[in-house]
């Protein structure tokens, strides 16, 4: 089962910042936090990673607490083409026998409009 | 760089018939993963390829799906037969070796219809 729970939708004025809140009270110490995102019809996207500093990237800002018990994904200017599913999953590091799967939980639906 | 594809986009098919799905991933991507998304549900974890071996098949939901992955290339994945609750969109996923934290790159994924 996922780890996290995600408000399932949220909406967000074109230009404006998103920002989508995640929980994950149970993770562990050595436990990554990743985004990802699914527009309609297409696979999965990696958006961002971390484990307990902020981090930025071209994409998308991610602000973790500091007891790493929740996190929020943040889209600066919010574009129509970032309407999509939002998935904040807790994952164990990769390595040769712990394979990295990601566990999808349900996510957040984020319409974006104009 | 050309980006995981899949093969077919579509596929529909009778209960009772095989299907094979075909996973092409990034050029030197050792790790390839399989999930799938049935009707109304969650992503879900299937199996993880390290080259040509399995390392990790506990996602796989009976003895109907049969995955392979021939000289660490490509990979297949095979329904036989094909059950109504199959039905769904499966995503092949590929990674590179590194040591830890990669991310994974997703495939537009196949939609198997199952009447």
């Known amino acids: 089962d996922a780890k996290t729970t995600q408000p399932t939708s949220m909406d967000c004025a074109e230009g404006r910042a998103a920002n989508l809140p995640c929980n994950h009270s149970?993770?562990?110490?050595?436990?990554?936090v990743y985004w990802y995102r699914q527009i309609h019809s297409q696979g999965p996207q990696y958006i961002i990673h971390?484990?307990?500093n902020n981090e930025t990237n071209e994409m998308a800002s991610l602000i973790i607490t500091e007891d790493r018990k929740s996190s929020t994904l943040i889209l600066p200017h919010a574009t129509l083409r970032d309407t999509a599913v939002y998935y904040c999953?807790?994952?164990?590091?990769?390595?040769?026998?712990?394979?990295?799967?990601?566990?999808f939980g349900q996510g957040t639906e984020l319409s974006v409009k104009p | 760089e050309a980006g995981v594809t899949q093969f077919p986009s579509h596929s529909v098919i009778e209960k009772g018939q095989t299907v094979t799905l075909r996973c092409d991933p990034i050029?030197?991507?050792?790790?390839l993963y399989w999930y799938r998304r049935v009707m109304g549900k969650e992503i879900k974890f299937l199996l993880h390829?390290?080259?040509?071996?399995?390392?990790?098949e506990s996602g796989m939901p009976n003895n109907r799906f049969l995955a392979e992955r021939t000289g660490g290339t490509y990979s297949t994945l095979k329904v036989q037969p094909a059950e109504l609750e199959d039905s769904g969109v499966y995503f092949c996923?590929?990674?590179?070796?590194?040591?830890?934290?990669?991310?994974?790159?997703f495939g537009p994924g196949t939609r198997l219809t199952v009447l």
């Open positions: 149970t993770i562990s110490g050595n436990e990554y």
């Open positions: 050029s030197g991507h050792d790790n």
């Open positions: 971390g484990l307990k």
């Open positions: 999953i807790v994952r164990s590091p990769t390595n040769y026998n712990q394979g990295g799967k990601l566990i």
């Open positions: 996923a590929s990674a590179p070796w590194t040591s830890s934290y990669n991310e994974q790159f």
């Open positions: 390829f390290v080259k040509e071996s399995k390392q990790d």
